[in-house]
């Protein structure tokens, strides 16, 4: 078995345990849980709060821009400059999308035009709040995530949680992580985590879609605030438990069908090796992970390249997730608001939820698709319903359908996540068909 000197081992252990601190390790707060990470970027949000709007309306504007001079200036030429290229030369589909969301995020700033695009459940729940959250999240989130994903963290987990996670959930062991990262901390983190480990080569296509649509999960935080707006606080504890068993059943089921199963098993590039998951002679599962988390942070080249990685890390996702969000997350919360066509796709629910003995069955249906514009509607639309019962189905619903664009699916689109909107819709459309039975079935021993 190697030897390692202590300033080998320490390379290893000291940024793991920062990182682990930072995204993990739940602290008490007056109103709940919550984590380092998530503290600080509140902090800077109170700071910024009547600034962040103009801020991400010049992101995008900034970033529209840079993407129509790079296309103009030729592939050949920003090649050279790998960063540059790889956040600004994007397909012509993705230059229309930054050039719309520079559009709306100008008329929802300066309120031009008409009310369906600025108004305080459209353009403004976007520009005025969900996006003053990810600017703070990507800020401290992008600048620290080189801690968990460049000094052995997830060498050592993933060689300790790959029996676990392979025949359950097809995946490598290091994806336990992202799942944790995303369970105690938020699922934009998840999503950020999953698609720099597929960038790195550390995930195929298959498994990278796997992750960032199976894993991505609601922080604990948010969850709390979808149960107090049906007001059903007392019942947390079996919603949260109802969330887990739904969401694990999912998770299993999610990667053998298709879309997720016909995904290829193939890497970025064709050049990487798929990752070793065998345990040599000599070793057991705790000594090797060690062993190959401590050669992963002695590859590190010092705290230059770290700040280098984690600052590319902040831009990269301010750049190319918040036009994504402002664009398609805008449509679909307009689509929401003022058509009724999330109303109609619920209409198939209604017989289904009448079979299922769920009370206000038609006033159920309305929200059972319209999470899929943001989780935080059918909470809204059901608040009013009188049964208990139904609230308790409608909430925990919203949570374990998991992906909805005005946050998760947008930035899913926005990544290097091999996903399309089709697949997304596909995903979510599943996950409702799989949750639902088994969360009515535990309401009806609930209520």
């Not at 600004?88 to 008409?114: D, N, Q």
């Not at 498994?207 to 709390?224: H, Q």
């Not at 509607?377 to 009188?386: D, K």
């Not at 409608?394 to 089709?422: C, D, H, N, R, W």
């Amino acid at each position: 078995m190697k030897k390692f000197t202590i300033s080998d081992q320490l390379r290893f252990i000291v940024p793991s345990l920062i990182g682990v601190l930072l995204f993990m390790v739940p602290i008490k707060m007056n109103d709940g849980y919550s984590i380092l990470i998530a503290l600080f970027a509140n902090k800077v949000q109170d700071a910024l709060k009547n600034e962040l709007s103009l801020i991400m309306m010049s992101i995008i504007i900034l970033t529209a821009i840079l993407t129509l001079v790079v296309r103009l200036i030729g592939e050949e030429k920003i090649r050279q400059m790998p960063f540059i290229y790889k956040l600004f030369y994007v397909s012509p589909f993705w230059v229309m999308t930054r050039l719309l969301a520079g559009v709306f995020s100008i008329m929802v700033y300066f309120e031009l035009g008409s009310e369906v695009i600025y108004g305080e459940n459209t353009g403004q729940l976007l520009l005025g709040d969900l996006l003053h959250v990810l600017f703070s999240v990507f800020l401290f989130a992008g600048l620290f995530l080189p801690l968990l994903t460049n000094f052995g963290l997830l060498e050592m987990v993933g060689t300790w949680m790959t029996k676990i996670m392979r025949p359950l959930f097809k995946l490598p062991g290091r994806s336990a992580i992202d799942a944790l990262a995303s369970w105690i901390g938020d699922g934009t983190i998840g999503v950020l985590l999953t698609s720099k480990q597929y960038e790195g080569g550390y995930y195929t296509k298959r498994e990278a879609a796997v992750i960032g649509t199976t894993f991505s999960i609601v922080s604990i935080t948010f969850t709390l605030v979808i149960i107090e707006q049906v007001n059903l606080q007392h019942m947390f504890v079996p919603f949260y438990l109802t969330v887990l068993l739904a969401g694990f059943v999912a998770a299993i089921i999610m990667p053998r069908i298709p879309p997720l199963s016909k995904k290829e098993d193939t890497y970025v590039r064709k050049s990487i090796k798929p990752v070793d998951e065998s345990i040599p002679e000599g070793y057991n599962s705790f000594s090797y992970g060690y062993k190959n988390a401590v050669e992963r942070a002695k590859k590190e080249k010092g705290f230059g390249q770290f700040l280098k990685e984690g600052i590319q890390n902040v831009f990269d996702m301010w750049m190319g997730v918040a036009p994504v969000v402002m664009a398609f997350g805008l449509i679909a919360l307009m689509i929401a608001e003022y058509t009724p066509l999330f109303q109609w796709l619920g209409y198939p629910f209604i017989p289904l939820l009448e079979l299922m003995q769920v009370p206000e069955a038609a006033k159920a249906s309305e929200t059972m698709l319209i999470g899929f514009a943001d989780m935080f509607l059918p909470a809204v639309l059901g608040a009013s319903i009188e049964a208990e019962m139904t609230r308790f189905i409608i909430a925990t619903l919203s949570v374990t359908q998991l992906i909805y664009m005005s946050e998760v699916g947008g930035l899913l689109l926005g990544s290097k996540v091999p996903v399309s909107f089709k697949d997304l819709f596909i995903i979510f459309l599943l996950r409702t068909l799989i949750t639902l039975p088994i969360i009515v079935g535990i309401a009806h021993l609930l209520f």
